[in-house]
């Protein structure tokens, strides 16, 4: 498991040039406000190996609020070699409250994925259920497949409505 480090404690590690950021959100999420030095690497990319620092140095993971992080501590752990890493508690948004620097704007920023993934689940729901009542029953297969898709995505931490929702021009901007 990733041990917490409050904001302050992650700000003093990286300006002493001993922790680098990593921000594991959204290219859109990150791109509309992130903690300025911090590498973006999005958890809906495909892990390919181990991710290097220094001999000196650890990884701090970051996103909105930590929780992100912190369910994906495991996964992230295992690409750190020696597993000098941690995670920053209550992400960026607690950043921003203990009044360290932030570069970009919340008013700019996309909706986070994860509640773009919830509106449309919830949408697809309850189009499918309507149309099973009003229009044919077997409409009720369109809210089965999305439960599915959604356990699916609970048990491995791969979303294929997230990573579809990713491609969109919304959520494809860049820092």
Do not use: Y
């Not at 491995?156 to 959520?171: D, E, F, K, S, V």
């Amino acid at each position: 498991m990733l041990k917490s480090l409050s904001p302050s404690e992650a700000a003093t590690l990286v300006d002493a040039g001993h922790a680098l950021l990593v921000d594991v959100r959204e290219a859109g999420e990150f791109a509309g406000r992130h903690i300025p030095g911090a590498l973006s690497l999005p958890l809906s990319l495909p892990d390919s190996g181990p991710l290097a620092c220094g001999m000196d140095s650890s990884l701090i993971f970051t996103c909105q609020t930590g929780r992100r992080t912190s369910s994906n501590a495991g996964r992230l752990l295992a690409r750190v070699p020696g597993g000098r890493a941690f995670v920053l508690e209550g992400g960026v948004d607690a950043w921003a409250r203990a009044g360290l620097p932030i570069a970009g704007s919340e008013a700019t920023q996309a909706i986070p994925i994860m509640r773009q993934v919830q509106i449309a689940a919830g949408l697809l729901v309850l189009t499918g259920v309507l149309l099973s009542i009003f229009v044919a029953p077997p409409w009720i297969a369109l809210a089965g497949f999305v439960g599915a898709g959604l356990s699916f995505a609970g048990l491995t931490g791969w979303c294929g409505m997230a990573q579809l929702l990713g491609m969109m021009p919304w959520n494809r901007r860049t820092a």
